[in-house]
């Protein structure tokens, strides 16, 4: 009798260690009195975009195991399906997805165009700590703090230029088609494609003391220690902050759209740039952006949550950007979602208020495996 299936858990024993699900009692070696912790975790789902649609899926269960569908490559991972088993975690590029194993490492799958097949640099993954991507590639930090690239080299996937730079990396943040990494001392590598931010140029001497880095998909945003902000990319999308430099002091967050980027100042007040049809200029709605808690980014728009449980939105109103039909209802939001051209807000009661292009409100199906 295999007495050890949990379904979508984990079961751990005494000692923490998992205990694999088809085994028996004998075979496990518990004991009588031995405890033993079941850990559930919640469904996590991904998504790949084409065009900024949402084109294939891939969903954790809370086993550990992934279940994909939809109309590009990445739906399809029967080709890896026996290696995808403790999964802790997933990562999405335009075509491809990236998952990192218990034993930290890397199952991929997906366009190989888009960093679906990472066999030139597979003997390299192992102690994957984080995983970031662009649309085409994608990187991991490893436990020793150096980077793996893979996928197309005009995206970020080829970081040769830079690779003796890559020490003691903490965080790894991306655009469309560059990376840029935060190392121990503060200071910050870029890699890519350089109208995107894949080089640091002339604000390299300004990027010191970085605890931080954003991404929007032309540029970047870095804050460092002292809560001041440091920008390059295109400069019309965000990676020119000029005109609001002088209020980026004492900043908390930094959070990204497509063509702008929106900073929380220590205040509760928030500070934008970069396109102003896009997320960029928020002056509309300035008074009402006080004691903000959250943002979150579509494509071409922004949400805010306040610390009362409203929700103030601005940018181009077929992204999410204009809430008025459904404002009344924004009331004790709990947690802010959002999708390429939409926003979800739940509410403490645990419903969920939507807005934007229902196009972009998408269904799941039902996740579950036989057992």
């Not at 109309?71 to 399906?81: I, L």
């Not at 991306?174 to 840029?180: C, N």
């Not at 390059?232 to 908390?252: P, T």
């Not at 934007?356 to 409100?361: E, F, K, S």
């Amino acid at each position: 009798m295999r007495a050890l299936a949990s379904g979508r858990g984990r079961l751990l024993n005494s000692h923490g260690e998992v205990l694999v699900g088809a085994s028996t009692i004998k075979e496990a070696s518990l004991q009588n009195g031995d405890v033993l912790t079941l850990h559930v975790k919640q469904v996590q789902l991904v998504a790949t975009r084409k065009e900024g649609r949402f084109s294939a899926f891939a969903a954790l269960l809370g086993d550990g195991s992934v279940v994909t569908w939809g109309v590009e490559k990445g739906g399809d991972s029967s080709a890896v399906q026996q290696l995808l088993t403790d999964v802790q975690r997933i990562q999405a590029s335009q075509r491809a997805f990236a998952a990192v194993l218990g034993d930290g490492s890397v199952v991929t799958w997906g366009s190989a165009e888009c960093g679906g097949d990472s066999t030139a640099v597979q003997y390299q993954l192992k102690n994957v700590q984080q995983l970031q991507s662009t649309n085409r590639a994608f990187a991991a930090i490893l436990a020793d703090g150096s980077v793996v690239t893979w996928g197309n080299e005009e995206y970020g996937g080829d970081s040769d230029e830079v690779q003796s730079q890559l020490k003691d990396v903490r965080q790894i943040g991306a655009s469309h088609r560059a990376f840029a990494a935060v190392l121990g001392d503060g200071s910050v590598v870029a890699w890519g494609y350089v109208p995107f931010g894949g080089s640091t140029g002339e604000v390299q001497e300004q990027l010191r003391d970085v605890q931080q880095i954003q991404g929007s998909n032309y540029a970047f945003a870095a804050i460092r220690r002292d809560g001041s902000v440091v920008t390059w990319g295109h400069r019309e999308f965000g990676g020119d902050s000029s005109a609001v430099q002088e209020q980026l002091r004492d900043v908390q967050q930094v959070h990204a759209a497509q063509h702008a980027f929106a900073a929380i100042r220590g205040d509760g007040s928030v500070v934008t740039w970069g396109g102003s049809q896009f997320g960029g200029d928020s002056r509309a709605v300035q008074e009402q952006l006080k004691d903000v808690q959250h943002i979150q980014g579509s494509r071409l728009a922004f949400a805010g949550r306040l610390r009362d449980g409203s929700v103030v939105t601005w940018g181009h109103p077929a992204f999410g950007g204009d809430s008025r039909a459904v404002q009344e209802q924004l009331k004790n939001v709990q947690h802010l979602q959002a999708s390429s051209q939409a926003f979800a807000a739940t509410l403490a009661d645990g419903s969920v208020v939507s807005w934007g292009n229902n196009r972009y409100m998408v269904a799941t199906p039902v996740l579950s495996r036989s057992s």
